[in-house]
DNA sequence: GCCCGTAATACATAATGCAAAATTAAATAT
DNA sequence: ATATTTAATTTTGCATTATGTATTACGGGC
């Protein structure tokens, strides 16, 4: 307890592993460590210029969240994801970011429902622009306002977790034009949920989406096998 | 793809690591390491016979599970669960479970459902005989079942990490006799939506009755504080 | 000539060692 | 007597080293 406490935050800086495991999962979203392919662990220590021990370490929480697989005295592999993954995830996305959209209508103040209504007017310009990145950028935002504002750290870690392992899929994946405005629809009905306060129907709105996006990325996943 | 492919599973040994991961959290939810107390690196060392590398591994990977946290240079702790971490881990636990519900509806067979309803009938009698310990159990398991019946992993896995959280809390929460009549009816709902395949219905009892489980854990949480 | 068994190599895993940081205990000053 | 500084001990985090395991290459038997 000092005169700067204020000012101060814990300054919790974080451990060499922490750094290391979120180094190595932005190379995995990130392709370059592709699907499939193994973890160059000798190559990363030098790269990062650290030993194996904090590597090896990191690791093993990236092995927790299945981004990687570790086979006992075969090393690391990034896991690809299948459809069957897909199909699994997604859901449950669904169900968090449909809960978010629920405690977010309950908490959010106005102000916070009219900033994401400016992001909403801005991806409106973007899509009337057909400015496809953009759009992929303030849709990301809008997802990520509504899941800050549901105010619940265990949601939004459980759905980063769940995020980060479809997320090379879900950037990767084209999108056409029906489903793109398939997308865009959806959205301004999760505008409308979220300025009513309808919290069920935004729940309603936000599952759907995400199944739609869910058949978008297995159609990828499917025609890229083929 | 050979002639034993029915009989043999590709027999994934699990590595030290993990094993020492699975020891240590027993040990946290088995309430031998009291939450708010240090994690003793050395004690569990020479107890599982090891040397601190795997241990420590292990222990990176429970502190981003949030059982314990590791504070730099400081050490391992076993975290504490607080009401607000009760309050944002149920919500989230509810839709989980919900949805496993709604998939379980889906997906399980007749005689699957059957089996949940042996289990309910199992569990009315325990109810009647004011079996506590013995209603516990058959609760759980009726509650494994619909995960099991979910057949989605990433869905049980998601669940059960936040599950095992909860889980000393969980149990050592005192259940009022109001308390147990109510989660009775509940699962009285439940079986009758099961066998009717009516997901939604069943998504939504088993939400509330998470809420009514959050309840009973906050009560006891804040009075034990006090 | 092909397949199986054995040796050699490469690599993942676990143990130990060391330097740095924190906690404690003690001693001095207020 | 209490508070603060200093010294000693413990503990942590990372690197190094050693051990065990799997894969590859090679030679012998069928």
Redesign the pocket.
């Known amino acids: 307890m000092n005169a700067f406490d204020a000012q101060t935050r814990p300054l919790k800086r974080m451990?060499?592993?922490e750094e290391l495991a979120q180094k190595v999962a932005e190379l995995i979203v990130g392709g370059e460590l592709e699907p499939g392919s193994?973890v160059p662990?000798?190559e990363l220590c030098e790269a990062f210029?650290?030993?194996?021990?904090?590597l090896?370490?990191a690791l093993k929480v990236l092995a927790n969240d299945r981004l990687i697989s570790?086979?006992?005295?075969?090393?690391?592999w990034v896991t690809p994801i299948t459809p069957a993954d897909v199909e699994d995830i997604y859901p449950v996305m669904g169900v968090l970011e449909g809960l978010a959209g629920e405690l977010a209508c309950a908490r959010l103040s106005d102000a916070g429902i009219a900033q994401i209504r400016a992001l909403h007017t801005e991806m409106e310009g973007q899509y009337a622009a057909r400015d496809r990145a953009g759009f992929i950028k303030t849709n990301q935002k809008i997802h990520e306002a509504i899941l800050v504002g549901a105010r619940n750290e265990t949601l939004s870690a459980q759905f980063q977790s769940l995020a980060i392992r479809v997320r090379q899929a879900r950037y990767a994946a084209p999108v056409s034009d029906e489903r793109w405005a398939l997308a865009f629809a959806e959205h301004e009905q999760m505008i409308m949920c979220l300025e009513a306060r309808d919290g069920a129907g935004l729940a309603r709105v936000l599952r759907t989406h995400l199944d739609h996006k869910a058949e978008t990325v297995l159609d990828w996943l499917d025609q890229k096998s083929s």
């Open positions: 451990s060499l592993h193994k662990e000798k210029g650290v030993s194996r021990t904090p090896r370490e570790l086979e006992p005295n075969r090393g690391a």
